[in-house]
């Protein structure tokens, strides 16, 4: 392997070819080429395998270990079709990420859309492989960009070496390298020779963002095509030779435990291959998924109830509101302004249900899912199946949605774990009962505030909370160990409230919790989901207190102009503080984290309290460089719903250790009827390093529904989701 | 096992499967055609929405029995070859996808709906009950109401 620094004046290599790992302690950015026929290079990621924590712009690696194979790189291969093939360490599960990727490849080498190709990397023994933390496209700005340009200048040379002309005076477009004289050659034409060189002469810079034409254009997914047609292949759409569909028997209630089965009937039924218990159940393969359902439902198996089976929801919410750490004496001679809110356990619900093919072999194994964490997934499927880890193949598939769903495999290691049982291949599919009932779930949570004002101004702020935690028990199944995203994520700090958003003196607070046996999980947006939104509530209420407009009082305590410009666009475009009919109000909130910010406006009509409509949503965001702005204006409309559902309609209740929900029919995620009328985005003009937006618009979101449906209603909504 | 013959995107296909097997099944699972998408199996998320006849129907609560000599259309017999369905074309326009999931039934619901009713009021479009957990409601009324005006209303 070579490596030549990206810039016009190349050096030599930072190490010699060969497979021993060589510490390249240099703080320049590095491209690699790869031995190959095509041109094929590699850039590596930072190493930062952490949890985004929001606003880290994004950096090069210093202290890079060159491995030799494409471990811990982005590798772009040119190919002799004329395609550009970039290998992604991400999942694509509806974020747009493969898209935005294609468009900085297209961009810096000035190839067409449709020849680049984003596929999904195989996971990988170390490096940056985890899609979480809003981070990807953070993460991959700089060495996707620079990657390309590096590979555009090796084109250009070797096209400038077969026509004998200056390189200067060639240009790129179209996925071509083109003469003075109007001579073109495709790059796939060039890849072989390109592959050779190592000294380009023209600049390998990426371009300044005044010349993009790509990044910034508002583009269509890549995968559009595909997907309304039905050609879009997710893991259960993959015929893999003799995975047999498989489906898995479970308890009632959250982790009740297996007594007994009896599967002679079960067994006696056409197209059932085998019938294993498994830590979470008793699993069936069958010919067909119909034919694995009827198997299941004609198992007799006697459960013992689960650790939970004397609780439902009313024990867990006094729990928890015992669980609140108590919030200091207030600063003499201020006013109050206090509220508690409770937040309800949320499924993920992505719409794809978790799905894993798996095939474990004596001495290896191979597994097909979705995942954000296929890294730490291997590890743990080798693991648990006893197969050393580079036996383990897991390939990442594009998921039908995932919400933080999918750091979690649960259902990769159960897949695992029934195929070595069965001694097949086997396709598993929990169904949505089995994701309702035991999928995991946002925690629920109570919170306390206490706003101190005197003189007009905001002097303290407390906001204590507790919400519930995952515990393991005395014998955590492999599935329940599954990867869990450490801690809470948050804005900054160990107080609850602790964004820094707003100047309301001297913060306080402190968070606790209870312990319980719930599959939970990171919920898009995490901590900032009910954190964030319950403070937007009670910053309007702050506002009422002291009898000022709800946007003029934003304006007078955020710190950030930034955070103050984007909710002046939200209230300009959605002309905030029009008259509007009885029943009817807006609402609005802000939020900033990931190096971005935003704010929201939402119009409801609450004349039917338990029907409310939000009519119409305006967002206004800032998030550096957009690189696609028609899919970070998706990512905003998404998070719309999310507020939507949340705040007025979805969530699960847990009745006796069970949870009360089994499907789309019960857990009231929003439908069409629920959706604003009227959506738009605004996205602030920025040529600064990108932020992260997927998870960007929930609080603001959740917070301008809860605060419009507050202003309409005439209530102070304190529980989530309001009609529940 | 009984055998049963129907219609598929255009093609006849005989299956042999039990009466009481659920079309989406028959679909998925015997003859690979995985446009239409498990979501919940109680015909209640309609991610596997398709047509029957020219009518929405679920597959995942429709028996093969039911289909016999009948004509079943899924995402992939749509388009008319390679030109796309007016409202494929719309989901494009408008970028509609985000995880893509429901969007297969999601297209064929609307279809469905523009088929019947040409010029589908506000209320109308609200009638159609596809989840999409990713969010793209906003979206997908713009490339209904997009289709609906491409085909002059007729």
Same mark, same amino acid.
């Given at each position: 392997?070579? &490596?030549?620094?990206?810039?016009?004046?190349?050096?030599?290599?930072?190490?010699?070819?060969?497979?021993?790992?060589?510490?390249?302690?240099?703080?320049?950015?590095?491209?690699?080429?790869?031995?190959?026929s095509?041109?094929?290079?590699?850039?590596?990621?930072?190493?930062?395998?952490?949890?985004?924590?929001?606003?880290?712009?994004?950096?090069?690696?210093? %202290?890079?270990?060159?491995?030799? !194979? %494409?471990?811990?790189?982005?590798?772009?291969?040119?190919?002799?079709?004329?395609?550009?093939?970039?290998?992604?360490?991400?999942?694509?599960?509806?974020?747009?990420?493969?898209?935005?990727?294609?468009?900085? *490849? !297209?961009?810096?080498?000035?190839?067409?859309?449709?020849?680049?190709?984003?596929?999904?990397?195989?996971?990988?023994?170390?490096?940056?492989?985890?899609?979480?933390?809003?981070?990807?496209?953070?993460?991959?700005?700089?060495?996707?960009?620079?990657?390309?340009?590096?590979?555009?200048?090796? @084109?250009?040379?070797?096209?400038?070496?077969? /026509?004998?002309?200056?390189? /200067?005076?060639?240009r790129?477009?179209?996925?071509?390298?083109?003469?003075?004289?109007?001579?073109?050659?495709?790059?796939?034409?060039?890849?072989?020779?390109?592959?050779?060189?190592?000294?380009?002469?023209?600049?390998?810079?990426?371009?300044?963002?005044?010349?993009?034409?790509?990044?910034?254009?508002?583009?269509?997914?890549?995968?559009?095509?595909? *997907?309304?047609?039905?050609?879009?292949?997710?893991?259960?759409?993959?015929?893999?030779?003799?995975?047999?569909?498989?489906?898995?028997?479970?308890?009632?209630?959250?982790?009740?435990?297996?007594?007994?089965?009896?599967?002679?009937?079960?067994?006696?039924?056409?197209? #059932?291959?085998?019938?294993?218990?498994?830590?979470?159940?008793?699993?069936?393969?069958?010919?067909?998924?119909?034919?694995?359902?009827?198997?299941?439902?004609?198992?007799?198996?006697k /459960?013992? +109830?689960?650790?939970?089976?004397?609780?439902?929801?009313?024990?867990?919410?006094?729990?928890?509101?015992?669980?609140?750490?108590? @919030?200091?004496?207030?600063?003499?001679?201020?006013?109050?302004?206090?509220?508690?809110?409770?937040?309800?356990?949320?499924?993920?619900?992505?719409?794809?249900?978790?799905?894993? *093919?798996?095939?474990?072999?004596a001495?290896?194994?191979?597994?097909?899912?979705?995942?954000?964490?296929?890294?730490?997934?291997?590890?743990?499927?080798?693991?648990?199946?006893?197969?050393?880890?580079?036996?383990?193949?897991?390939h990442?598939?594009?998921?039908? &949605?995932?919400?933080?769903?999918?750091?979690?495999?649960?259902?990769?290691?159960?897949?695992?774990?029934?195929?070595?049982?069965?001694?097949?291949?086997?396709?598993?599919? /929990?169904?949505?009962?089995? %994701?309702?009932?035991?999928?995991?779930?946002?925690?629920?949570?109570?919170?306390?505030?206490?706003?101190?004002?005197?003189?007009?101004?905001?002097?303290?702020?407390?906001?204590?909370?507790?919400?519930?935690?995952?515990?393991?028990g005395?014998?955590?199944?492999?599935?329940?160990?599954?990867?869990?995203?450490?801690?809470?994520?948050?804005a900054?700090?160990?107080?609850?409230? %602790?964004? =820094?958003?707003?100047?309301?003196?001297?913060?306080?607070g402190?968070?606790?919790?209870?312990?319980?046996?719930?599959?939970?999980?990171?919920?898009?947006?995490?901590?900032?989901?009910?954190?964030?939104?319950?403070?937007?509530?009670?910053?309007?209420e702050?506002?009422?207190?002291?009898?000022?407009? +709800?946007?003029?009082?934003?304006?007078?305590?955020?710190?950030?102009?930034?955070?103050?410009?984007?909710?002046?666009?939200?209230?300009?475009?959605?002309?905030?503080?029009?008259?509007?009919?009885?029943?009817?109000?807006?609402g609005?909130?802000?939020?900033?984290?990931?190096?971005?910010?935003?704010?929201?406006?939402?119009?409801?009509?609450?004349?039917?309290?338990?029907?409310?409509?939000?009519?119409?949503?305006?967002?206004?965001?800032?998030? &550096?460089?957009?690189?696609?702005?028609?899919?970070?204006?998706?990512?905003?409309?998404?998070?719309?719903?999310?507020?939507?559902?949340?705040?007025?309609?979805a969530?699960?209740?847990?009745?006796? =250790?069970? #949870?009360?929900?089994?499907?789309?029919?019960?857990f009231?995620?929003?439908?069409?009827?629920?959706?604003?009328?009227?959506?738009e985005?605004?996205?602030?003009?920025?040529?600064?390093?990108?932020?992260?937006?997927?998870?960007?618009g929930?609080?603001?979101?959740?917070?301008?529904?809860?605060?419009?449906?507050?202003?309409?209603?005439?209530?102070?909504?304190?529980?989530?989701?309001?009609?529940? | 096992?009984?055998?049963?013959?129907?219609?598929?995107?255009?093609?006849?296909?005989?299956?042999?499967?039990?009466?009481?097997?659920? $079309?989406?099944?028959?679909?998925?699972? $015997?003859?690979?055609?995985?446009?239409?998408?498990?979501g919940?199996?109680?015909?209640?998320?309609?991610?596997?929405?398709?047509?029957?006849?020219?009518?929405?129907?679920?597959?995942?609560?429709?028996?093969?029995?039911?289909?016999?000599?009948?004509?079943?259309?899924?995402?992939?017999?749509?388009?008319?070859?390679?030109?796309?369905?007016?409202?494929?074309?719309?989901?494009?326009?408008?970028?509609?996808?985000?995880?893509?999931?429901?969007?297969?039934?999601?297209?064929?619901?609307?279809?469905?709906? $523009?088929?019947?009713t040409?010029?589908?009021?506000?209320?109308?479009?609200?009638?159609?009950?596809?989840v999409?957990?990713?969010?793209?409601?906003?979206?997908?009324?713009?490339?209904?109401?997009?289709?609906a005006?491409?085909?002059?209303?007729?």
């Open positions: 392997m070579d &490596g030549i620094e990206s810039s016009a004046a190349p050096t030599g290599p930072p190490g010699d070819t060969g497979t021993s790992r060589h510490a390249v302690s240099r703080r320049r950015f590095m491209v690699y080429s790869l031995a190959a095509t041109l094929t290079i590699a850039a590596p990621l930072a190493c930062d395998t952490s949890p985004a924590q929001g606003s880290e712009p994004a950096r090069g690696p210093s %202290d890079v270990l060159v491995t030799g !194979a %494409d471990e811990e790189m982005l590798v772009l291969e040119v190919t002799q079709a004329n395609k550009i093939v970039v290998r992604l360490p991400r999942v694509e599960v509806g974020q747009g990420i493969t898209t935005a990727v294609a468009m900085m *490849i !297209a961009e810096e080498l000035d190839a067409r859309l449709a020849d680049v190709e984003i596929p999904l990397a195989d996971a990988r023994t170390k490096g940056n492989q985890y899609t979480g933390g809003s981070n990807s496209v953070v993460s991959l700005y700089g060495p996707a960009r620079r990657l390309a340009a590096t590979a555009r200048a090796r @084109l250009v040379t070797a096209a400038a070496r077969r /026509w004998h002309l200056p390189a /200067w005076t060639l790129t477009g179209d996925t071509t390298v083109i003469a003075p004289d109007g001579r073109t050659a495709t790059f796939g034409s060039l890849s072989a020779s390109a592959a050779r060189i190592r000294r380009t002469s023209v600049s390998a810079k990426p371009k300044p963002a005044s010349r993009h034409k790509v990044i910034g254009r508002p583009t269509t997914r890549i995968d559009a095509r595909d *997907i309304v047609t039905g050609k879009a292949k997710y893991t259960g759409d993959l015929s893999v030779a003799g995975a047999k569909p498989t489906v898995v028997a479970r308890p009632p209630t959250l982790g009740g435990k297996l007594l007994s089965v009896d599967d002679r009937a079960a067994r006696a039924l056409p197209g #059932v291959h085998a019938v294993v218990k498994v830590p979470g159940g008793v699993a069936v393969v069958a010919e067909s998924f119909h034919h694995a359902f009827q198997a299941r439902d004609a198992l007799r198996i /459960w013992a +109830p689960g650790p939970l089976a004397s609780l439902s929801d009313a024990q867990i919410r006094s729990r928890l509101k015992a669980a609140v750490p108590h @919030l200091g004496a207030p600063p003499r001679g201020s006013t109050q302004v206090e509220a508690e809110f409770e937040f309800a356990f949320v499924s993920h619900a992505p719409m794809e249900v978790l799905t894993a *093919i798996a095939d474990v072999r001495h290896k194994a191979e597994i097909w899912f979705s995942s954000q964490t296929p890294t730490d997934a291997r590890d743990s499927i080798a693991s648990a199946t006893g197969l050393p880890a580079s036996a383990v193949t897991v990442v598939l594009r998921g039908g &949605g995932s919400f933080g769903r999918r750091l979690n495999f649960d259902a990769a290691i159960e897949a695992a774990l029934i195929s070595k049982a069965t001694h097949r291949p086997v396709k598993l599919m /929990w169904s949505r009962g089995d %994701d309702t009932r035991h999928g995991r779930m946002r925690p629920a949570s109570h919170h306390r505030f206490r706003a101190s004002h005197a003189g007009g101004k905001v002097v303290a702020f407390g906001h204590a909370m507790a919400e519930v935690g995952e515990s393991h005395k014998k955590g199944t492999a599935s329940q160990a599954a990867f869990v995203r450490p801690g809470r994520v948050q900054a700090g160990p107080l609850p409230s %602790d964004s =820094g958003l707003y100047d309301f003196g001297r913060l306080s402190d968070s606790g919790g209870i312990e319980l046996a719930i599959p939970l999980g990171a919920w898009r947006s995490v901590g900032s989901g009910t954190v964030r939104t319950a403070e937007e509530i009670v910053v309007d702050i506002a009422r207190s002291l009898g000022k407009d +709800p946007v003029a009082f934003r304006r007078t305590a955020l710190r950030s102009k930034t955070v103050t410009a984007v909710l002046d666009k939200a209230a300009a475009a959605g002309n905030w503080g029009r008259a509007m009919p009885d029943g009817h109000a807006q609005v909130a802000v939020h900033e984290e990931y190096g971005s910010c935003v704010a929201c406006l939402a119009e409801i009509d609450a004349t039917d309290p338990k029907h409310p409509r939000v009519t119409k949503v305006v967002m206004a965001a800032d998030v &550096g460089t957009a690189v696609n702005p028609r899919g970070l204006e998706a990512q905003l409309m998404g998070t719309a719903v999310d507020g939507i559902s949340t705040v007025l309609q969530g699960l209740h847990i009745d006796r =250790g069970a #949870v009360r929900e089994g499907s789309f029919a019960d009231q995620w929003a439908r069409q009827r629920h959706a604003p009328l009227h959506f985005a605004h996205i602030m003009p920025s040529q600064g390093e990108p932020g992260g937006a997927g998870e960007l929930v609080p603001a979101a959740s917070g301008a529904v809860a605060n419009a449906y507050a202003r309409a209603t005439g209530t102070r909504p304190r529980r989530f989701p309001v009609n529940f | 096992m009984p055998s049963y013959s129907f219609t598929l995107n255009g093609e006849k296909v005989t299956v042999e499967a039990p009466a009481d097997m659920p $079309l989406l099944w028959v679909l998925r699972d $015997l003859l690979h055609v995985t446009g239409p998408k498990y919940c199996g109680v015909g209640v998320c309609r991610a596997c929405t398709s047509h029957l006849d020219g009518e929405e129907i679920q597959p995942c609560v429709v028996k093969v029995k039911d289909c016999v000599d009948r004509e079943v259309t899924t995402i992939e017999g749509l388009a008319d070859g390679d030109t796309l369905h007016p409202v494929q074309q719309a989901w494009i326009d408008c970028d509609v996808s985000q995880c893509g999931f429901c969007q297969p039934g999601q297209i064929m619901a609307a279809a469905a709906l $523009l088929k019947k040409p010029e589908p009021t506000d209320a109308d479009i609200d009638g159609i009950e596809n999409c957990r990713c969010g793209t409601y906003s979206r997908i009324r713009e490339a209904i109401r997009k289709a005006a491409g085909r002059g209303g007729a």
